[in-house]
């Protein structure tokens, strides 16, 4: 007789998600992600949990406590299916602490478990939307379609008269979708320090064409920030005295670049050459049109003059026998 054995494994709880990291951060939304954990417990109904805690000031985050009902989770914080979660509603110059906890079927059977969770640590930083106005014709301009953003930090004592802004600013500012080859108007700059003057500068990408610039100076203080909205019109200080913005946590510093500076020395050149040969084929046709008109009309005039056959006129005279013929006024006279 054969006997049949079912031989079934036990699951379990799995381990912690791995690599949490951030992948985009602003002053009030952050982008979480993280990889499966290597240990699904046996299971394949993986989801995960999300908890937030707001931080004191202590670099260890000693004393915390959850986050408040303002901040939205999505797609989902509680049974999340995904690898990633985006956060929205933070509090400027705010420390957070996220927690990512990985379930499944049967986690509620062993009770909460530190291994099953993957933490992560960050704050929110000063940040500054800068916008600027495109051309009205792209076509016009096709070559002007994409910018880039160059940063500059101010010394301590830095004006726009001096322009004492010549430390770049490297990798420490964040640039969101990114800071060359931008095709939109817009780009957040992130990662800002407090109480600094930065110098942010508008450029034609790979042109190195400058359109505009602007000074923005952050704040410690949220008293003082910039009216959300508020435009800074460079037109007065195009290339000249970029205006000082003082932001606080949050703001707006906007470009102008209006759409008479696409006009560079390159272009005005092309311009002038183009007319300078649209004129000079003007001229050329109507001296053809000329010349034309005089071969005419000398061709015309010899063609009548030389043409058909000689005239001549006879006369006869009865009375003494004579005929008298006269060709181009010479008479002859024949006597028969």
């Known amino acids: 007789m054969l006997c049949y054995f079912n031989i079934s494994f036990p699951t379990a709880p799995p381990s912690a998600p791995r690599n949490l990291s951030v992948i985009f951060q602003d002053q009030s939304v952050i982008v979480v992600a993280w990889l499966p954990p290597s240990d699904s417990g046996g299971r394949e109904d993986v ?113 726009s008269v001096q322009h004492q802004c010549t430390e770049t600013c490297g990798e420490r500012i964040r640039f969101w979708p990114g800071r060359e080859g931008l095709k939109d108007n817009h780009v957040t700059a992130s990662e800002l320090e407090p109480s600094t003057l930065y110098k942010f500068v508008l450029y034609v990408w790979k042109y190195q064409t400058a359109l505009a610039s602007v000074l923005v100076k952050t704040s410690v203080s949220v008293d003082s920030p910039i009216a959300d909205g508020e435009k800074i019109d460079l037109a007065k200080h195009f290339l000249t005295t970029p205006t000082i913005v003082t932001m606080g946590i949050s703001g707006l510093a906007f470009f102008s670049a209006l759409q008479s500076h696409f006009f560079n020395v390159p272009t005005i050149i092309a311009l002038v050459l183009a007319g300078l040969l649209f004129v000079c084929a003007v001229i050329i046709l109507l001296v053809s049109l000329h010349l034309k008109r005089r071969w005419y009309s000398a061709a015309k005039k010899e063609n009548t003059n030389s043409g058909g056959a000689k005239a001549c006129d006879y006369s006869a005279e009865n009375t003494d026998n004579t005929i008298v013929m006269e060709e181009n006024s010479t008479r002859v006279l024949v006597t028969l």
Do not use: M
Request: overall charge neutral; hydrophobic content about 25%; glycine content about 6%.
């Open 47 to 159: 989801v995960y949990d999300i908890n937030c805690f707001q931080c004191d000031r202590s670099p260890d985050c000693n004393y915390r406590h959850l986050c408040n009902g303002k901040l939205q989770f999505w797609p989902l914080k509680s049974n999340n299916p995904f690898t990633h979660v985006t956060v929205t509603g933070l509090q400027s110059n705010t420390s957070y602490f996220l927690r990512v906890t990985a379930e499944n079927g049967v986690s509620y059977l062993y009770g909460p478990n530190p291994n099953r969770n993957a933490e992560i640590q960050f704050g929110t930083r000063i940040s500054a939307v800068l916008t600027w106005r495109t051309v009205d014709n792209p076509h016009e301009f096709s070559s002007y379609d994409r910018y880039e953003i160059s940063c500059f930090k101010c010394e301590n004592g830095g004006d």
